[in-house]
């Protein structure tokens, strides 16, 4: 189904691993078929191998769970999700790349895994919320997780 992404990600130097099924309990709005997943795609630097944190357990690529009630953006994927493969897929100390922040998700699940965050979006109201989430994610840590170094904004134009 997106064998013209994974191709199109092996061209440009990443190499599709596996795809991981979001399954978010409740089938949209519409008639006949109604989408209840989404698909996610799993690649790596090609010849650099797939990271998985060593101390977690093979997991099945179902992940159940509703989309957020209140949502802030469009596209926004539940923090337990974004948690869940950022906790699968890296260990405390690293860094995770959010080429289209959006609200922040990624970078919230980043601080509360004691990862580093960096996020990247365009649009200046989104950016402004991102910032906020983020704020107060490191406002109420998690007790067990040492927090990363705090977040620097730098500007790239």
């Given at each position: ?5 994974a ?9 599709f691993?596996?795809?991981i ?8 709005l ?9 698909m ?7 010849g ?28 926004e994927?539940?923090l337990g ?5 950022i906790d ?13 922040m ?8 980043c601080?509360?895994l ?8 365009l ?11 983020v704020?107060?994610a ?20």
């Amino acid at each position: 189904m997106f064998g013209w992404l994974a191709e199109r990600m092996d061209q440009k130097g990443l190499q599709f691993f596996h795809s991981i099924i979001w399954d978010k309990r409740n089938p949209g709005l519409g008639q006949r078929y109604r989408r209840q997943h989404e698909m996610l795609m799993v690649a790596h630097l090609a010849g650099k191998g797939i990271r998985w944190n060593p101390d977690k357990p093979p997991t099945p690529n179902i992940y159940s769970e509703m989309p957020p009630r209140e949502r802030m953006h469009p596209n926004e994927k539940p923090l337990g999700l974004m948690m869940h493969i950022i906790d699968h897929h890296s260990v405390t100390g690293d860094t995770i790349l959010d080429p289209f922040m959006g609200s922040g998700t990624t970078l919230v699940a980043c601080a509360k895994l004691g990862r580093k965050g960096i996020g990247i979006e365009l649009d200046p109201d989104y950016f402004e919320i991102a910032v906020k989430r983020v704020r107060d994610a490191y406002a109420q840590p998690d007790l067990f997780i040492a927090p990363p170094e705090k977040p620097v904004q730098e500007v790239l134009i």
